[in-house]
């Protein structure tokens, strides 16, 4: 299997949102492309902890802490923490360790032991004074050739740390510690407040809001340096952070589906990717999605469906539905095609990521804080460290039987890669693959239980002795965040406190909103369009093709086939709010070279054992991060 050429390792980005990713390869996440004359002027973002080194030095900036706290003031840059301070939060830190757990002081002379870096040696041993630990290594000091000097060792490289008693500590526990923030490093944010600079350690940010500066400056290709430190990481989020034109090349690069764009009366808005996740003919499927930014011009909607990407889309069908609902109502559907409304939905009063991060503050509005996966970190190993979610504690009212969740979410970069990657496992016999998915049930069906199994948002509650299943999230894309509902049946959960978990394969999804509304479903008036007006980049007439769910198909085969569609807006209805939706049916083939010999036994396990394609993930990234050449900060 061939892995992500390396200018994909640099797409890794981390979304207006992140959470703290900490630890390795942090240090070579802050590659920045280029800048505009004006970029002089901070622009405003959010960022996760690991990803600091993006931001713009003198900007105002607000901390998040991991542990709910936040800080305002003004960014000064990524600083080494004074000695004496570091070792002070080292071993306050240490005093709080279970007992019995063996942590080196700085200064302490220990025995490490490194993975080999030739391929005839089985370990690398290093004898030294411990240093410091920073955000992606240890810090060691030697004495060489009569000469005092520090040297730096890759933490993801760290097999073990002896000290002269004969106590050890092994550096997954190591990284364990450093990544949930449990022991300080070195590396620190520098925040200027109130005329006083204050160090944060870097494996203790949340994430960080830049605030915008008087001036818009543009940076070129922001979060383009980096890459999930290796692999195309997480779309970490949000559209604008990634720019589509640097997804559009061949091989197994960043997988989507069509994107729609709205227009707003002044320009066109992607507003939607549509029937994500449908990836061969028979998994076709009809997708319904807010259109947010649509606006009605002279009469009318306008709309544009683009291929950006190296895929072939298959579009069967494209309506507009328009939704007049009662005001102070929000429309927002659901995979299974129904459309619900909220009336007084409600965010958390408590919410936990699995690794203990307070995040309540990531999602309870529709913002730029957002709560990203982070893969960062984990032993491959170990299955459950191949799973990720937040635990959401939401207040009942009395004899309510049901609720709809409505979550503002998005997957990620690196979901979107694995994608073709996986495809690309099956090598020369992926055409026999497709093959097999369209004509056989069971195949499908197991592949969509896999799906779900590894890949999909799984929702939970607690029933007062279990986590019981109570449905998921579809897969989404990367590009535009969407509002999704998942309706619960709530007849058997007990108590006045509704708890719910959500989880998949770490590092699969960024969630920028959760709230739950109790309230009963509002009368609807639904108005399908058809399209007046289809015409592609061709100026040819796509009108009729596009008009019935019927399996003849508008094909875009290349990156910038695009058709543009006009609809009739209906007179507005006295009295109601009105909101417009997309309902699109088709799918997509992503463009993968069918070579190479077929690793069948792989894919089998992939598909049937619960966990090991979040285990293969871990792998193929950390995989990436070897390969990253050593940067010294």
Request: with cysteine.
């Amino acid at each position: 299997m061939s892995l992500a050429k390396p200018r994909l390792l640099k797409r890794w980005v981390a979304l207006s949102l992140l959470p703290a990713m900490v630890l390795c390869s942090c240090s070579i996440i802050g590659l920045i492309i280029g800048a505009t004359s004006d970029a002089r002027q901070p622009k405003a973002m959010t960022v996760p902890g690991w990803k600091v080194d993006t931001l713009k030095v003198g900007a105002k900036v607000e901390v998040l802490l991991r542990d709910g706290r936040t800080m305002n003031g003004k960014f000064k840059g990524i600083k080494p923490m004074p000695f004496n301070q570091y070792v002070t939060l080292h071993n306050e830190a240490k005093a709080q360790l279970p007992e019995g757990m063996y942590l080196p002081n700085p200064t302490d002379t220990l025995v490490m032991t490194f993975a080999a870096r030739k391929p005839q040696e089985s370990e690398v041993t290093v004898t030294g004074q411990l240093a410091a630990f920073v955000r992606d290594s240890v810090r060691i000091g030697q004495n060489v050739a009569g000469k005092a000097r520090i040297v730096a060792w890759p933490l993801s490289e760290l097999i073990r740390m002896s000290g002269h008693r004969g106590n050890e500590i092994t550096g997954e526990t190591v990284r364990r510690l450093i990544n949930d923030g449990t022991i300080p490093v070195r590396s620190s944010l520098a925040i200027l407040a109130k005329s006083e600079q204050k160090l944060i350690p870097t494996n203790q940010v949340q994430q960080v809001h830049q605030l915008a500066g008087k001036k818009e400056g543009v940076l070129v290709g922001f979060l383009l340096g980096a890459a999930i430190d290796a692999a195309v990481l997480v779309y970490v989020m949000s559209q604008p952070l990634f720019d589509s034109d640097d997804c559009n090349s061949s091989g197994t690069d960043n997988q989507s589906c069509p994107f729609v764009y709205s227009f707003d009366g002044k320009q066109y808005v992607r507003d939607s990717e549509t029937f994500g996740g449908a990836i061969f003919r028979a998994a076709q499927r009809t997708d319904l999605d807010n259109l947010d930014h649509l606006t009605e011009v002279n009469g009318g909607y306008r709309i544009k469906i683009t291929n950006e990407l190296p895929e072939t889309q298959f579009v069967d069908e494209l309506r507009l539905l328009v939704v007049d609902h009662p005001r102070d109502t929000r429309v927002v559907p659901s995979f299974a095609g129904r459309i619900h409304t909220l009336t007084a939905p409600q965010p958390p009063n408590k919410a936990t990521s699995y690794r203990g991060d307070e995040v309540q503050n990531l999602i309870t509005d529709k913002n730029d804080h957002v709560w990203v996966s982070n893969p960062f970190g984990r032993d491959p190993e170990d299955k459950s460290q191949a799973r990720d979610g937040l635990l959401l504690e939401f207040p009942r009212p009395a004899e309510t039987n049901s609720a709809k969740l409505c979550c503002n979410l998005q997957n990620t970069l690196w979901a979107s890669y694995l994608q073709g990657q996986l495809l690309a496992l099956h090598g020369r016999e992926l055409p026999d693959w497709y093959a097999l998915m369209n004509s056989s049930p069971e195949a499908r069906a197991a592949l969509f239980q896999a799906m779900v199994r590894e890949g999909m948002l799984r929702v939970q509650v607690w029933n007062g002795q279990n986590w019981q299943e109570a449905g998921f999230f579809w897969e989404v894309g990367p590009s535009v965040p969407k509002d999704q509902v998942l309706w619960l049946d709530l007849s058997n959960i007990p108590g006045g406190t509704l708890q719910v978990k959500l989880e998949s394969t770490a590092g699969f999804w960024m969630i920028n909103s959760v709230a739950i509304d109790y309230s009963p479903e509002a009368e609807l008036i639904v108005t399908e369009l058809l399209p007046q007006q289809a015409r592609d980049q061709l100026g040819q007439d796509q009108r009729e093709i596009l008009t019935n769910n019927d399996a003849r198909y508008y094909v875009m085969p290349a990156v910038d086939d695009w058709a543009e569609l006009v609809f009739a807006a209906p007179p507005a209805r006295p009295g109601y709010q009105r909101s417009i939706l997309l309902k699109s049916s088709g799918y997509y083939e992503i463009h993968v070279t069918a070579a190479g010999e077929p690793q069948r036994e792989l894919v089998a396990q992939l598909m049937t054992e619960p966990g090991a394609y979040g285990q293969y993930t871990l792998r193929l990234l950390n995989q990436h991060l070897a390969e990253l050449p050593t940067k010294v900060e």
